[in-house]
């Protein structure tokens, strides 16, 4: 008989989502059978879309009042995953970022279940001095009854040992992972992606994948451009809070910049770039970062979380917050197509090697059959 799993997010869009998709749609269901609690606080439609294909096939699907920051709503949608929680009766529990993993495990320890916590990134290194503190307080507060941290990266592992103070023997390195399609799919979405684009055959175009907040960086990406390093243009693909002050800076920007809005499916938009940039403040292994190596994209990023691990030999690596050192990057790869070429060719192959949904998924599977 499969063993249940209840994962919990409160986020239901980009990376988080991309992670929880992998998980409710690709376990196998030999012998695990999941089930999904959801805030609809924080819902994109591709989120929507993944609950109604569960609810579909019979999965079991909760919405609970979620919300981002800290208020009177949290103790609303404690009761209510405290009554998922008995109703289910999972073997395991899996949290997913910092709400869910705050509350969830909170909830795990009373009702005696073992608990599995992926914080997908390190929130108390960007949410402010005075809310990172609190956050901060929390983690420690609660990694004696964290089963097990499952992190998506070695650099975010070490974070959570050497600032949260979590026991080493307890933390387990799942990195994520992306599907890796054939050069000649690749080669076609790219042709008609840039042809429906309207990008010709001989200019240079940056891509930047994300949610539109300080973390990602992407004021620094516009600032690196006042530089002109070279490129025909930026696509900006992603929406969020930050978007119309990001707007307003990029129209003072020597270089066009083509903000995309959020796209359910990043695939076309990747495949039609020519660098892939990830300026992050703060991250941990981005899906996007993976996702346009797979497409042979060669990749400029910062050196922060789990990136540089990934893109070491095979893309290039800036300080974070330095416009001037992105700013040279990426006019060194825009008027080198055959380093691009290269870099491009070297990123999908260590993808291809050592970050596939396959990996990905057993990991994370054994993971669960060692806490349960």
């Not at 270089?255 to 695939?267: A, E, N, T, Y």
């Not at 330095?322 to 192959?349: C, F, K, Q």
Request: contains cysteine; positive net charge; hydrophobic residues 45%.
């Amino acid at each position: 008989m499969a063993r249940r799993v209840l994962i919990v997010s409160e986020p239901m869009e980009y990376g988080v989502l991309s992670y929880l998709e992998r998980l409710c749609e690709g376990l196998d269901g030999s012998r695990w059978e999941p089930a999904l609690v959801f805030s609809p606080r924080r819902m994109a439609p591709q989120g929507r879309r993944l609950v109604r294909r569960l609810a579909a096939r019979g999965r079991r699907v909760r919405g609970v009042p979620f919300h981002r920051g800290i208020g009177s709503g949290d103790a609303r949608a404690a009761i209510a995953l405290l009554r998922e929680i008995r109703a289910f009766r999972p073997d395991v529990l899996h949290l997913h970022s910092t709400k869910a993993g705050l509350v969830g495990r909170m909830l795990g320890a009373l009702v005696r279940t073992p608990t599995l916590y992926t914080p997908h990134g390190t929130s108390w290194h960007y949410t402010g001095r005075l809310l990172g503190r609190v956050q901060l307080a929390f983690e420690r507060a609660l990694r004696h009854v964290t089963t097990t941290l499952v992190s998506v990266c070695p650099e975010e592992a070490s974070a959570f040992v050497d600032e949260v103070g979590f026991d080493a023997t307890r933390v387990r390195v799942v990195r994520n992972g992306v599907h890796v399609a054939e050069p000649e799919t690749v080669a076609q979405s790219r042709a008609a992606a840039r042809a429906a684009l309207g990008i010709g055959p001989r200019e240079v175009w940056l891509g930047f994948v994300g949610r539109l907040t300080a973390e990602k960086g992407t004021d620094v990406l516009l600032r690196a451009l006042a530089a002109d390093p070279g490129p025909d243009g930026l696509l900006v693909v992603g929406d969020g809070p930050d978007r119309a002050a990001l707007e307003t800076a990029a129209r003072r920007s020597p270089v066009p910049v083509r903000f995309c809005g959020f796209q359910d499916d990043v695939s076309p938009f990747l495949a039609a770039a020519d660098v892939f940039v990830q300026p992050s403040r703060s991250e941990g292994l981005p899906f996007a970062l993976l996702e346009a190596m797979a497409h042979g994209v060669p990749v400029v990023c910062a050196r922060v979380g789990g990136m540089p691990g990934v893109v070491d030999g095979c893309g290039v690596i800036v300080p974070p917050e330095d416009p001037a050192a992105l700013a040279d990057a990426l006019r060194d790869l825009v008027h080198d197509p055959a380093g691009r070429r290269a870099l491009g060719a070297a990123g999908r192959a260590r993808v291809a090697r050592d970050f596939g949904d396959g990996a990905m998924l057993a990991g994370v599977e054994r993971a669960y059959e060692a806490a349960a």
